[in-house]
């Protein structure tokens, strides 16, 4: 397929390009949630383990700012802002816009591969080996190997975009 024409895969830099932008975005709105309810904890920070039910329903909003940011731009228009800064846009494989379902599937896998990540990485964060130590590589190995899928892939796709049936397009 030829990279100039509309239809050529987004490349795998392009959509971590991308998905940089849009983690910088998500990030911005998160602390702006946080800035408007530390006045429910008086100023402190956050915690499930010292506000309870606030703490919890803190978590709760973060996840869904964050579904919300993706899910809206998915579903009208097929671009969030990073995608649109380096021109690469998602559909399902029949080309027509993602449905919600696409999006919660997309985004269900997509969070769950970061989640194991980052729960192998806080395990190997302290000092020395042992078997847990194993558990939390193999923890690690799940969002490497969906992103190398790209590469792999000959239409390009990554697991989490077929498992969605979708894909991610270049831009002209």
Not at 110 to 132: C, E, H, S
Request: proline share 4%.
């Amino acid at each position: 397929m030829d990279e100039q024409s509309a239809s050529a895969p987004a490349n795998l830099f392009r959509r971590m390009a991308a998905l940089f932008y849009d983690l910088l975005l998500v990030a911005a709105l998160l602390l702006v949630l946080t800035f408007a309810l530390l006045p429910l904890t008086a100023g402190e920070a956050i915690l499930t383990s010292t506000h309870g039910l606030i703490g919890r329903l803190y978590h709760a909003m973060q996840l869904l700012l964050t579904f919300g940011y993706f899910g809206i731009c998915w579903t009208h228009g097929g671009q969030t802002l990073g995608m649109r800064a380096w021109r690469i846009r998602i559909e399902t494989v029949d080309g027509r816009p993602p449905s919600w379902a696409d999006v919660i599937v997309r985004f269900t896998i997509g969070a769950t591969l970061l989640l194991l990540a980052v729960i192998g990485l806080w395990q190997l964060r302290t000092p020395g080996w042992n078997l847990a130590d194993l558990a939390a590589l193999l923890l690690l190995l799940p969002a490497p190997i969906n992103l190398a899928w790209v590469l792999l892939d000959r239409e390009g796709r990554s697991l989490q975009d077929r498992a969605g049936r979708l894909r991610l397009l270049r831009q002209v």
